[in-house]
């Protein structure tokens, strides 16, 4: 099936630091990828949706100029905490639809990011 | 807007079936998910189900949507220790670039 792979699976950085995480679709193409962020014990809420070639669009709350998203072609799209502070330490997940298909999307294993 | 809600906890006896439940407010949903996810994981989808379908079965799971309610079941018959994790009931619309939205888990617990 549809592979999903996110890099790195976890990172920990310094306060202040910018950290990319990067979210490939591995065997299709995907115009539409999503980003989420699961606090600890708590549901996955949807942060933005990246559109490939064009802009993100965020959800209410997020901060664009904080958490840059860019997906520059069909099969990447990264996400980048910058200035990072311990209050973004959280489990950053992707998913990705192949372009053209309405049905199932897929999701990559997550991003842990500890900021001390 | 939209919103997913399931029940926090289930806990159940290795063998017994478990039944995890999800209501949603959206009536334009079409697409109805479970996800599973374990203790540091990423999601696992399980399965998914159209909005023109009753029922869906693949080997132990079963789901079951009453769309006039705007209900949705998994049903795991014969849960096995290794199906303790967080499930996560989604759905989303049927037009291109619409996200899932997720309900907050219910966490299963199977002790043998």
């Known amino acids: 099936g549809a592979v999903v792979s996110q890099h790195p699976s976890w990172v920990i950085c310094k306060s202040g630091t910018s950290v990319k995480i990067e979210c490939r679709s591995l065997?299709?193409?995907?115009?539409?990828m999503f980003w989420y962020r699961q606090f600890p014990k708590q549901s996955l809420m949807l942060m933005a949706t990246?559109?490939?070639?064009?802009?993100?669009?965020?959800e209410q709350g997020v901060e664009k100029d904080k958490f840059l998203i860019n997906h520059a072609s069909l099969t990447l799209s990264t996400l980048t905490v910058t200035s990072a502070h311990p209050e973004d330490s959280s489990f950053y997940i992707c998913?990705?639809?192949?372009?053209?298909?309405?049905?199932?999307?897929?999701f990559g294993e997550g991003s842990r990011l500890t900021v001390l | 807007g939209e919103d997913v809600e399931q029940s926090l906890f289930l806990s159940v006896r290795e063998g017994d079936s478990s039944v995890i439940n999800c209501t949603y407010t959206?009536?334009?949903?079409?697409?109805l998910y479970w996800y599973k996810q374990e203790p540091g994981a990423g999601l696992q989808l399980l399965t998914y189900?159209?909005?023109?379908?009753d029922m869906k079965q693949d080997q132990r799971l079963t789901v079951l949507l009453n769309k006039k309610d705007k209900h949705l079941s998994l049903r795991i018959a014969d849960t096995q220790t290794g199906d303790s994790a967080i499930y996560f009931c989604?759905?989303?619309?049927?037009?291109?670039?619409?996200?899932?939205?997720f309900g907050k888990g219910t966490t299963l617990s199977v002790s043998s």
């Open positions: 959206d009536s334009s949903s079409t697409y």
């Open positions: 065997d299709f193409q995907a115009t539409t």
């Open positions: 989604a759905e989303r619309e049927y037009q291109a670039g619409t996200a899932l939205i």
């Open positions: 998913s990705a639809r192949e372009s053209g298909n309405t049905g199932e999307l897929f």
């Open positions: 189900i159209f909005s023109n379908m």
């Open positions: 990246s559109n490939e070639g064009s802009k993100a669009t965020y």
